[in-house]
């Protein structure tokens, strides 16, 4: 936490205190409650993190309507107090919103301008231009911009302030006759099925599954869509997803390893349960088993008791750490080692068995009903 104070005592005292990480939440629900009211739709990371911070903030909510005090809730910022609900403080990394036409985007980014200049900040917008198939892979004719906006909290003449920036990917369908949501048949991990759009009532908000998954739900009777977005919910809130990308060409393994490296790095409090490698922890670890294959030192030589295990082989079962593992996948992937009998990049483990990204949605507990 990050708290700015001023003080003048010469003649008058003026005491200014502004928490960083209050200000950023602000943001983000001015920037986010714009894009809604210009029937955009909001997905990925946000999305997600919303649901988190919801759910804890209930959580904080409960303790002060259990210990009878309204002024609990001057600490909501504070870390220390109440730390098992801390993540009603989970703050978004960034925004992805989509826009069905360019009418809608062009009046989005017009209202996002106002809103800047009313708080003295900077915007800069780029054409990004076209989606890559690292982000989607389809036929439809979308834009991408990229979205930079900048505020310094607590600026005066002598201080220049404490910088709080905010990245925002657009994307913009320019077809208005193809009508889609975000993930655009094309998710890849189950984090990213639910999207956020401008409810009914005013100045509320929905999130709900996407009618454009890519997946079985897709199609799916209400009641039966309903089981699934309450496992889903239940399932994120304990740090569990399911990585179910289900797009088949020569270089697929090459585009669900970045997207898996991403997630582990960016994201290490979310556990990715149906791949061929599971994170687990010195508890299941018998000691006399291995070396790590990597650093070739013992596998109880670890600081932060984080280990990979390896289950390519369900014959030969293999640990690793964790961080020795994030680096031996990043040299995997890059590599793009292609196989000459099929043309396709593979993706294998240290002892050469193959990861095979693409069918791990075969194992997603949330169609294990189907």
């Known amino acids: 936490m990050i708290v700015i104070i001023y003080k003048h005592i010469i003649k008058n005292m003026l005491h200014i205190s502004a928490n960083i990480n209050k200000e950023k939440r602000y943001m983000y629900n001015y920037v986010k409650n714009i894009g809604l009211a210009h ?32 002024n609990a809730y001057k600490n909501y910022w504070n870390a220390s107090y109440h730390p098992e609900s801390n993540k009603r403080m989970t703050i978004p990394k960034d925004i992805d919103i989509y826009f069905q036409t360019p009418e809608k985007s062009i009046a989005f980014i017009s209202a996002l301008n106002s809103f800047v200049k009313s708080y003295n900040g900077t915007i800069n917008v780029v054409n990004a231009g076209k989606i890559s198939e690292l982000c989607y892979t389809l036929n439809h004719n979308f834009q991408h911009k990229k979205i930079r906006l900048i505020f310094y909290i607590g600026r005066t003449f002598s201080y220049a302030g404490c910088k709080i920036t905010l990245n925002l990917d657009v994307i913009i369908n320019n077809n208005s006759d193809s009508i889609i949501e975000p993930p655009f048949n094309n998710v890849d991990f189950t984090c990213n099925l639910l999207i956020m759009v401008k409810s009914a009532n005013l100045n509320k908000y929905d999130i709900r599954l996407s009618r454009n998954t890519g997946t079985p739900l897709d199609t799916m009777i209400y009641t039966q869509k309903r089981r699934m977005e309450l496992r889903l919910i ?137």
């Not at 029937?39 to 303790?63: C, M, P, Q, S």
């Open 39 to 70: 029937y955009g739709i909001i997905y990925g990371g946000l999305v997600r993190d919303e649901i988190i911070a919801t759910h804890y903030r209930e959580l904080f909510d409960k303790h002060v309507k259990e210990i009878k005090d309204e």
């Open 234 to 370: 239940e399932n994120m809130l304990i740090g569990n997803i399911e990585f179910i990308r289900n797009v088949d060409s020569i270089n697929c393994e090459y585009i669900n390893g970045l997207r898996i490296i991403k997630m582990l790095k960016v994201h290490p409090e979310f556990k990715i349960t149906n791949l061929l490698f599971e994170e687990i922890t010195s508890d299941d670890i018998d000691f006399k088993v291995q070396d790590c294959d990597i650093c070739l030192h013992s596998i109880n030589e670890s600081t932060d008791n984080k280990f990979i295990k390896i289950k390519t082989n369900k014959h030969s079962i293999n640990i690793m750490h964790r961080s020795c593992f994030l680096k031996y996948l990043e040299t995997e992937v890059y590599k793009k080692y292609t196989n000459t009998e099929t043309n396709e990049i593979e993706c294998k483990c240290t002892r050469r068995n193959l990861f095979n990204f693409k069918n791990s949605y075969k194992y997603s507990s949330l169609f294990e009903e189907l």
